[in-house]
């Protein structure tokens, strides 16, 4: 499996962002996809992710009301749609896959830059 994210960028405070991960090679093997980030010199975070079954999703309290995780199966494609943006959101925003069993894979990750 590989994840190729695009989307970064740079935003002003407010605004939004919207992150897509497409995923490639044997799909059926994923069980869930999300979104971490790494701001320098911290530790890299969940934002959120979302099973690919039934829809589940799961958000770390900093982000919940502003963005909002969605998939598309049939393009194989995880979404983060980011809104109302703050300056401390600023980070490289990995890609992940969890496959059925063990194992995972991370994206190449994606710059965002939010400026105030």
């Known amino acids: 499996v590989q994840l190729v994210e695009s989307g970064g960028g740079l935003v002003q405070a407010g605004g939004s962002l919207r992150l897509s991960c497409a995923a490639s090679?044997?799909?059926?093997?994923?069980?869930?996809m999300g979104w971490y980030r790494q701001a320098p010199g911290r530790q890299r975070d969940l934002v959120a992710t979302?099973?690919?079954?039934?829809?589940?999703?799961n958000y770390a309290d900093s982000v919940k009301g502003r963005f909002t995780i969605s998939r598309d199966n049939a393009k194989n494609t995880v979404y983060l749609q980011m809104n109302s943006l703050y300056p401390e959101d600023t980070a490289v925003y990995y890609c992940?896959?969890?496959?059925w069993g063990v194992g995972s894979r991370w994206g190449q990750g994606t710059q965002v830059t939010v400026s105030s």
């Open positions: 992940y896959a969890k496959f």
């Open positions: 090679g044997t799909t059926s093997s994923i069980y869930a």
């Open positions: 979302i099973t690919n079954g039934g829809g589940d999703t």
